[in-house]
Structures are given as structure tokens and as C-alpha cells.
């Protein structure tokens, strides 16, 4: 068992690596210290923060190794430097965040081959901490593909089509029969703190979409005012909207009567058939109340991603219990879009609901709370200083994310005006007889 669990530590390490090397060397040194946008940090940032970060936990923590570089802790602190500072800081140059970075790895692997991944030590156990780090390696990629989305010039990332897919046969949604089912997880290795633990939550009968929302059905929403009514929109999305002159998802824009998109730095017609990308949660929640449906609760969107009622057990993913393959869904930049809507029908859940993992990030209707019984660990500023109010909850994963950072219990979380993200939704609405759970 410890031998997989190392095999499975180095695995995700190694492939976070690859991915940070790929979206850092792909653009000259310039484009890697360049500020592309206010909301987002210079990829150099990113670049030495990964190695802090590594440094910090398994290094120092994990291993008990001297500190290699102390002094640029502080400069590395993401709750420290807001992101649009950060190009005033004394960053390290590209090719010295590389050898930190490098340098940091080397010592890393030496200490997973000698650390006990079972044990009393939660940090440890199961390699949790070397799990983490791979996660936050990968999310800090995600971050940086994000920024090369915001990035003016010509596209420095290629990737291949998705697999061709689509709704023929499907219906446009499913009843989710009400009832409990287990939400969370206490038992998944790497799960992180806001996943735990395990609890039964009941939730009433709900009609959810089969496919996430497409460019298509949005593109109705705009052409019958939709931005222009305020019937569907929340007080501060209305005021976000008229302050800022939004009219469509970011990088969209209307040409010669075609809607065109930017993406990865190349300019495309935008594809009915496709999931909507680049949408705020004042965004989606517009468009639901115009389609006179709604978001789905976090707990709706769960249950229909993971709970089998033939067996009452919450399943790891849609499809079953093992990690997903490249029939299941699409993850890991594997390409550099959505599939279409409908696609994938080997990762579908019990009920025939399609995409829940991969392709876009779902917006919920709830707000990033704890469940009951949360513990912070391994650190208060992974999940607690976020909870409340202020931020919304998103699912399922994207074309950005990996699977290391995906699963059925995984949590992501942001503020509701964001439409830099890989950012979608699919709708709701109650089953008759049953009030809304929102």
C-alpha cells in the first residue's frame, strides 16, 4: 500500500511540474513578467509561489530540511500582496524562480521516498501533504492558463479538438428523485478540508439540465434583452452590469451580425453547440430567471453527481468510483475548450446527466459555507476565511482543471461578479409539489 501511495504522490507531482513547465515556457521572459491583467498575478509570480508553497510544506514541515529561501516568504504570500500589487515586489527573475522551483523538487523527492505515508500523522497519512501540494500546484496552473487567456498576442498554447459529441437522443433534463444521500466525503485521502466531513443531507424531487448551458441558448437570452431588463437580475449584478457596460460573457463581442470570441489568442465564430464560458453568477442567475428555472443548490448539484440510488451510496465521481480517463471527461488541459454539450456519455451519473465533471465550472445558487462538523486543516486560509456570504459556490471542474483537483465532494469557490474563469452553469427547477430548496 505505501509503495502506491508513493507512485500516486509522484505521479501528481511530476505532472503538476510538466504543466507549470508547459504554460512558463512557452512565452519569452518579458510575457512572463508582464502584468496581463490587474486581476491576475505576472506568471513569473505563480512560478516561485508553487516552489514557496512546496518548499514551505514539505520541506520544512513534512521533511524538518532548513529553510532554503526565508527571506522571500513574505514576498510569496498570497493573503499578503493582492494580486494587482504584485508586479512591485521583488520577484524573483524568471530563470532564478525556475532553479528555486527546481532545487525545491529535487530535496521534495528525497523526502517522499523516506517519509511513512501511514500513520497517526494526518499530515502524512496517506501522503496527504504531498497530495495537497499537487493540488495547489495544479490550481496555480489553472490560475496561469487563465492568465494566458487574458494575454493580448498571438496563442503561444495549442491543443487538440475534444472528441465530437452532442445532445441527440438526450433529454433537456432529469428528475432527481428527493430523499437523503450522503454529501462530502470522510473517507476520499486527499480530500480537502471544505470537502469534509461525510453528512446525510435531504433534498427534495428536482429537475436538473442533462448538459450544462450552451452559447446557443445564451445568445437567445441576449437577443431577447436580457441584458437590458432588469426583471432577471440581482440588485448588485444590475448595478454590475450597467457600470461596467456588460452585454455578453467576456472575450465575446458582435461583428458584421456574428458573435465572435477570443480564445487563447485567436478569434473564432462562437459555437452554438458548446457549453457558455466566461459567465459571472449574477450571469447565470440572470438567464435562469429569464428561462424561468433556477441554479441548482450546491446539495442538488452534488446529489445528482454522485448519489446511486439503486445502492443508497454517494459514488467518488458520476460514473463510479475510479479516476477518470479521457472517455469520462474532459481535464487537465487536455484541450482548450469545452466539448460539446451532451459529450461524453461514458461519464454520465445513475440518472443520464452529462458533463457534471470537466468542460466548464458550474455555478451553484449557494454560498461557500462549512459543512457541520468542520475542522480546518491543514491551514485556516485554505477554507475558513472564505466562508459566508461574499462568495458563491462552483462545481464539476473544467477543461483547466486536473483530476488530481476533481472530484464529486471538490468545492471551488468565487466571488459572484467573476467572469475571468472557466465559468458555466446548468439549470433547475422544482418538481411539482415541492417548494424551492434554493
Not at 113 to 124: A, C, H, I, M, S
Amino acid at each position: 500500500m505505501t509503495d502506491d501511495l508513493r507512485r500516486r504522490a509522484l505521479d501528481a507531482l511530476i505532472t503538476a511540474r510538466d504543466r507549470t513547465a508547459g504554460l512558463t515556457t512557452c512565452v519569452d521572459e518579458n510575457e512572463l513578467i508582464a502584468q496581463h491583467s490587474p486581476l491576475m498575478s505576472p506568471l513569473v509570480w505563480d512560478l516561485a509561489h508553487i516552489g514557496n508553497q512546496e518548499e514551505q510544506w514539505l520541506l520544512r514541515t513534512v521533511g524538518g530540511r532548513e529553510a532554503l529561501r526565508p527571506e522571500i516568504d513574505s514576498v510569496y504570500d498570497a493573503f499578503e500582496h493582492p494580486r494587482a500589487l504584485r508586479p512591485t515586489l521583488p520577484l524573483l527573475a524568471p530563470s532564478e524562480a525556475r532553479t528555486y522551483a527546481s532545487d525545491v523538487r529535487g530535496r521534495v523527492l528525497d523526502i517522499l521516498e523516506r517519509t511513512p505515508l501511514e500513520g497517526t500523522d494526518p499530515l502524512t497519512d496517506s501522503g496527504f501533504a504531498f497530495g495537497m501540494i499537487a493540488q495547489h500546484e495544479q490550481q496555480h496552473d489553472e490560475t496561469m492558463l487563465i492568465t494566458h487567456q487574458l494575454r493580448k498576442g498571438p496563442a503561444a498554447l495549442s491543443a487538440p479538438e475534444p472528441p465530437a459529441g452532442g445532445m441527440q437522443g438526450l433529454a433537456e433534463e432529469i428528475l432527481v428523485p428527493g430523499g437523503p444521500f450522503t454529501m462530502g466525503t470522510s473517507t476520499e485521502p486527499w480530500a480537502l478540508d471544505n470537502e469534509r466531513p461525510a453528512h446525510r443531507r435531504d433534498v427534495p424531487a428536482f429537475h436538473l439540465d442533462t448538459a450544462p448551458v450552451t452559447c446557443g441558448a445564451y445568445i437567445a437570452f441576449i437577443e431577447d434583452g436580457g441584458y437590458d431588463d432588469p426583471r432577471w437580475w440581482a440588485a448588485e449584478g444590475w448595478d454590475q452590469i450597467r457600470r461596467h457596460d456588460i452585454g455578453a460573457p467576456l472575450f465575446w463581442r458582435r461583428e458584421a451580425g456574428q458573435w465572435l470570441r477570443r480564445r487563447f489568442g485567436v478569434t473564432e465564430p462562437v459555437p452554438a453547440d458548446e457549453p457558455v464560458l466566461h459567465v459571472s453568477w449574477y450571469e447565470a442567475d440572470a438567464y435562469a430567471r429569464w428561462a424561468g428555472r433556477r441554479l441548482p443548490t450546491e446539495a442538488e448539484w452534488e446529489k445528482a453527481a454522485r448519489h446511486d440510488q439503486e445502492a443508497d451510496r454517494s459514488r467518488r465521481f458520476p460514473w463510479g468510483d475510479a479516476d477518470p480517463t479521457p472517455a469520462q471527461a474532459n481535464l487537465g488541459q487536455r484541450h482548450l475548450r469545452p466539448a460539446t454539450a451532451g459529450s461524453y456519455p461514458e461519464g454520465e451519473s445513475p440518472l443520464g446527466i452529462r458533463q457534471l465533471i470537466g468542460d466548464v465550472w458550474e455555478w451553484t445558487s449557494s454560498d461557500f459555507l462549512p459543512y457541520p462538523g468542520f475542522a480546518a486543516f491543514p491551514y485556516r486560509e485554505y477554507s475558513e476565511v472564505f466562508f459566508g456570504s461574499a462568495h458563491k459556490v462552483l462545481r464539476g471542474g473544467s477543461f483547466a482543471v486536473d483530476k488530481v483537483a476533481c472530484r464529486g465532494t471538490f468545492r471551488n469557490w468565487d466571488l459572484p461578479v467573476r467572469r475571468q474563469i472557466f465559468s458555466g452553469f446548468r439549470t433547475a427547477r422544482d418538481a411539482a409539489g415541492h417548494e424551492d430548496v434554493s
